[in-house]
């Protein structure tokens, strides 16, 4: 399976260390592009490019969860978003999975076995998912079902 991801973080060895671990999950083909900050995101984010956003909360300019805020407030189709950060209460956690929409939570410093468990479920649902395009007419979905065969 071929995934455009958008990295936003803005640390540049972060950003190094996330791509590096995701293409090493083995779950997809990643096509990586990097931002350094919610600003930046915005900018390079574009619905029908991009399949995935994997953000840090704690960013210059624009924070991760406002970012979330924003793509999730604007944007039609359903784009899984992942939190990479080193903000770890129960608060945090659940602000960003419950007010930002973020689909999954992983806490700095991590693993890519981490990382590979945290994304198999979203993973195994997305292909599920893509396997029904007629219920996701020119969505997220119906691209990556388009992309499968």
């Known amino acids: 399976m071929d995934i455009s991801a ?3 973080d803005d640390s540049g060895i972060m950003r190094k260390m996330v791509m590096k671990s995701l293409k090493e999950t083995g779950l997809a083909n990643f096509e990586l592009t990097e931002a350094e900050d919610g600003v930046e995101a915005l900018k390079l984010f574009k619905p029908s490019k991009i399949d995935m956003i994997f953000v840090d909360w704690n960013m210059p300019r624009m924070n991760g969860f406002d970012f979330v805020k924003k793509i999730r407030a604007t944007r039609k189709t359903h784009i899984p978003i992942v939190m990479i950060t ?4 129960m608060g945090k956690v659940q602000q960003a999975l419950d007010r930002a929409g ?3 939570y992983i806490i700095k410093p991590f693993t890519t076995q ?3 468990k945290k994304l198999t479920p979203m993973f195994r649902k997305m292909a599920a998912e893509a396997a029904e395009p007629q219920k996701k007419k020119g969505g997220f979905f119906a691209n990556l079902a388009g992309k499968l065969q």
């Open 86 to 89: 080193t903000e770890g209460t």
């Open 6 to 8: 958008l990295v936003v």
């Open 114 to 116: 981490v990382l590979q």
């Open 102 to 104: 973020v689909d999954a």
